[in-house]
């Protein structure tokens, strides 16, 4: 599984107006030396994978709707704890401190709409949208495609990605986060943490 798959006929377009809509949910993570990506669910809370969270030391920050290296228009938020989820889902929560105006990430910005995973199909379109580090460094970059498979366990899609996409929110056709993307087979396809079942429930049990 590797963190980095361009596939063939790739799409990726930046995403240049990144307050609008759901991309104010997406943010750009800096965790030790790596970058990556997250996205907002809750007042204090976001989603990243757990091979992210891993590498911050518990110095994780992130800038929800960054533009570039030097424009974070909602400013930048700082890791308070993490509560990984139990089994093999490379998936984590990350809390998050108050900004210093006292300001929640989630009163900053609108977050993500979910959407059980259960409710997709083979061939239904799918955006991923993040911070891929083959690009100027924290631009947004979104990949369109369409879901090839789908369990409780993985959803798989021909949308490409780039490391830095780690992280990164999966959404449906009504902008709907369904997955947060982990990996991918070189040359065949990428895949998500489907937000279905036990995952969803231990996330609607510990989003605050």
Known sequence: MSPRVVLPGEDRHQIENTQTGHYQSIGYIEAGES???????????????KHVAD??????SFAPAAENDS????????EKDTQAYPGDADLVLVHLNKNDDGQSVGEVVEPATIQDASTVSKDNPITVTGYP?????????ESSGEIINGNSETLTYNASTYGGNSGSPVFNSNNELIGLHYGGV???????????????QFINNNNS
């Open 71 to 78: 424009q974070f228009p909602y400013g930048t938020f700082s």
């Open 186 to 200: 070189e040359g065949e396809s990428n895949s998500a943490v489907p937000l279905t079942g036990d995952i969803l």
């Open 133 to 141: 580090g083959d690009k100027p460094l924290a631009t947004m970059w």
């Open 35 to 49: 970058i990556a990506t997250g996205v907002v669910i809750g007042e204090n809370t976001i989603l990243t994978n």
């Open 55 to 60: 590498l911050s030391n518990g110095n994780l």
